[in-house]
Nanobody, 125 residues
Framework: QVRLVEFGGGLVQAGGSLRLSCGASGRPFSRSYMGWFRQAPGKEREFVTSINWSDFSTDYADSVKGRFTISRDNAKNWVYLQMNSLKPEDTAVYYC??????????????????WGQGTQVTVSS
């Protein structure tokens, strides 16, 4: 099974940037997709972005398109989320996610097999 640990969250002013990292262990490449979801208090966990581990294709939620970038490390089993032009509505706990082995995409929580513990991102006005 894949174990995921996120770090890099924090407090940032609107318009600022933050970079999240996710370390994976337990044969992460058995999964076809890795991604990021987020959850604000009282709200459902929502899709942010995902990346195909083989062809590097990506998908983004409309709310973050053009501002966030997902990438992977060629030397380590890590995935990253570069967040630019942050807005207060980006405030949430961000979760690294591994897609189920047999899914053909990762853009809903139903396609997630493993979750990280989450890291808090707070964007002030």
């Amino acid at each position: 099974q894949v174990r995921l640990v996120e770090f890099g969250g924090g407090l940032v002013q609107a318009g600022g940037s933050l970079r999240l990292s996710c370390g994976a262990s337990g044969r992460p490449f058995s999964r076809s997709y890795m991604g990021w979801f987020r959850q604000a208090p009282g709200k459902e966990r929502e899709f942010v972005t995902s990346i195909n581990w083989s062809d590097f294709s990506t998908d983004y939620a409309d709310s973050v398109k053009g501002r966030f970038t997902i990438s992977r490390d060629n030397a380590k089993n890590w995935v990253y989320l570069q967040m630019n032009s942050l807005k207060p509505e980006d405030t949430a706990v961000y979760y690294c996610a591994a897609g189920s082995q047999w899914v053909v995409g990762l853009n809903t929580v139903n396609e997630v097999s493993d979750w990280g513990q989450g890291t808090q991102v707070t964007v002030s006005s």
